[in-house]
């Protein structure tokens, strides 16, 4: 694999606006009633007026391992070897809903043609695009942002290779650890479990 | 158009290049080698994307966008880098908020008006552009005939960047002088408070050079006038280690930012405030300078507050004593580069002009008046040329000396204004209003909401632009089908920005050709001015090009403009006060009012002082108090998903406020009711119930959303919903239903927004 790509997501920036799932809706064309790619979180803990919330934009990790990919039983979820990004070839998919079983973040979804659709990093511009599409290029190679970081109010959100977000990364910063996600979670101190939320 | 374009031959979906040239170039190779399947059918269909600019128009603060168009459709967008609204500033990535980004959802939206209507035989019914206008014309020229221009009332609403010709047509030529507008359904005790003691009226902070920010009833990191300011509170922490307070009985994105969160009993602001002074004068850390060569009534002030404790605060607040030191003095010694910043959460309460008294007092007595980090009071700095006087076209003034109501019910009748939002209705009643002309505004959502809507249903004439079908454009006599910001021209110069003492312009073309039979505003007006006999007003083509004329001033074209988004054009320093004093009626900044006549005549009906004072909710002027029947306080507010534009018309944005709360999987796309679960366990009620909202004048039906973020006692929802509002089920409550004409705040008489409720669990499903 040349590179990795994956997010980096700062919940200190994030002012929890909704823009990236609004903006990944936009751009891949989906309904607002449709599957959700991206979701922003809110977290929240504690009772009046100890009470906190913390924001958290969250959608396919692109695993290393990625456990849909597992469970496939047709072959139709793909480990990109150009950028790791984890794509599905709609044609072979038979909507049996195994991925969405097994995936930690709930990322995997289903419109009603019951064909697997996520985030493919705005490989292209709807659903099933990712599969077979060119290399995910980075903006100073004449690649564009995906829909969700171009957006980004608070500047919270970044895709890219790993190995440059990970200059990004501050002390105490954790990496994925549940699924190998690749995604780079920075916070003040805040622990966050992520719950799966199975279509 | 501006911007880049490419055309290829190749695969429709594939990376889209925002630049032009070699990098285009370099992208096209890469992109047709490798799709297949699905793909293969949408590759044989040719496609021509450009990238164009526009400015967001649904908040109205013009935020640059970036819109890409494809085969004449706007397919997606995001904001222009470096734009002073929409990125924190010079070299900084601009984007656009969850609002912004759901923006195409309005302008292809299967709801839109697309097409004039009339009124025929009480019935609305589709018509021709020139039947509509030929139809309005008439009807304007006989209602003139019959009862005179004064008696069109002008509820302008939010014309494209406040574009002059709904006024030239209305006001200038029409005549008619009546006018309400958003400081008695939104900021009046704010800014009016402001003007009077600062002589601006809508200062705003400089975030980004800020140390210290109380956003006090100010949610801004979600109810922003462009992305700058929650992008500039951002920087303040990351840059300047800035501390933020959030002073909000609800806690919002800013409370979720904010190093401290304080959920303050409602209405009591003002106490804080002036607990605040206390501290700071009695810690000698004040601006002795700035108090002693600017300000007037600093002594009145200053006994104000003698036995205005942090300890009597607490008692008032439920802030502790220890707490109001620690924010005094934090914000005293990060001065100048401090700022204390009241907006809605003050200005809805009754008691809310003496609120913000107290605290725009905090900030002259600690002088972050137009500083750095502090207040700053905008400006662009520069004019632009008037296309009128440049052809020789004398534009009249027929509004002036046209015979206007005099009232004197209500304390501000008598010395600050004859009319506000919520008197409307008794003026049409007495029969001083008999028509309406209305810009993609809508008045039943803002205030006494029933009165207002028996009053439109009892004017002879109502005519309105819109895009929707509203409380306003369902009663109207005329509808013109408006063109969302997409579809027309723009400019703008300003003023409050990412950056932080220059001027701007922005500005764009058309991204798209008009949705129907929709119009811009430009030919709109202009073919109402023509028929009316007007039509040397508009000697124009396009609005377009009435900016070109207007920015000769600064040597630009509207080409170049719209090509660019945006131009910084001037500088602007700090403490402008220094060069002529302040803009206010002594050139001073005024803690004490004595000073403003007409608030020296408001504060003696009241019996209140013109100086800073605590002035208690007290069931007759200052705010109902709850009691054993009504015992919760009711409120409405705003999110980041929703703003006072057409929000709640757009799918996108009604998904992301449900998902905001977490009740996307119900199918209930209006508004909640946040209580807190103490009190909605002793209603029986459940997170997703449907509830009632009852108070002792009228009641709400909406679903209730539990929420630990919510203060116990306090209740509240997001505004614009219900009955009468752009939503295409008119789903959820209307807040203002409960509002009715003596819910006012007394100074400046707008629309105040605190009622005392109960709230019960009903049965059936939400609507």
Redesign the interface.
Known sequence: MTEQWGFYFDAE?C?????C???C???N?I???GP?WR??I?A?N????D?????VSISCMHCEDPPCRTVCPTGAIEKRATDGIVVV???KCIGCHYCAWSCPYGAPKFDDDDKMQKCHLC????A??G????PK?TEA????KP?CV??????ALKAGPMDELMKEVTEGAATDGVGKGNFIFESAGSTLTIETDSD | MSGSASTDGGLRRRTFLKAGGAAAAVGLTGAGVSAVGEEATAASSETDRTTVHGNCWICRASCGQEITVEDGKAIDLTGVDGHPKASAGQGREGTLCSKGAAQLNKTYNPNRITQPHIREDGELRSASWEEAITYAAERLEEFREEHGAEKLLRYQGYPLAKHPWHNLVFKNLYGAPIKVGRKTTCHGPFSDSWAWMSGYGREWPDWKHSEYIIAWGRNVMECFRGQWEPKGVLDAKENNDATLVCIDPRYTKTAEVADKWLPIEPRTDGALALAMGHVIIEEELYDEQFVSKWSHGFEAYKAAVADKTPEWAAEITDIDADVIREIAIGFAEAAPSAVAFPWTGIAYQSNGFKNAQNIHALNGLVGNIDSPGGTRQWTSGFGLDDPHEKRGIDVPANYKDKPTPEYDDYPFQRHVRDLSHNLVPQAVEKGDIKGFVNNWSQPPKSGNTRAWFEALEEMELVITVDAFWTGVSKRADIVFPGASQLEQPFLKSGGDSSYSTKGWITGSKAAIEPIGDCKPDYQLYKALAEAMGWGEYFPWESGAEFYDSQLDAIGLSFDELAEKSYEIVSDVPYRQYEDGGFDTVNGKFNFDLDVKEAYAGVAEDLGVSTAPAWIPPDDEYFGETTNDEYPLLFTDFFVEQMSRGHCQALSQSLEAYAERFGHEDEEYRGNYLHINPRDAAARGIEDGDWVRVASADDEIELMANLWEGVRPGWVGTEHGFGAGSAHPDDAGGNSMILNKERHVEPTTGMTARNHPVEVERVGGEPQ
Do not use: M
């Not at chain 1, 599969?131 to 060119?134: I, K, N, S």
């Not at chain 1, 190679?141 to 564009?144: E, F, L, N, S």
């Not at chain 1, 171009?150 to 500047?155: A, I, L, P």
């Open positions: 920036k002012i929890g606006c909704h823009a799932s609004v903006s809706r936009v751009r064309d309904d607002a009633d959700k979701r922003v809110h929240e504690g009772t009046f007026p009470y906190e919330q913390v924001s070839d709609q044609d490989l292209g511009e709807g099933g695009d599969h077979g599409a060119p290029a190679d004449g690649g564009r829909g171009e957006n980004c109010v608070g500047d």
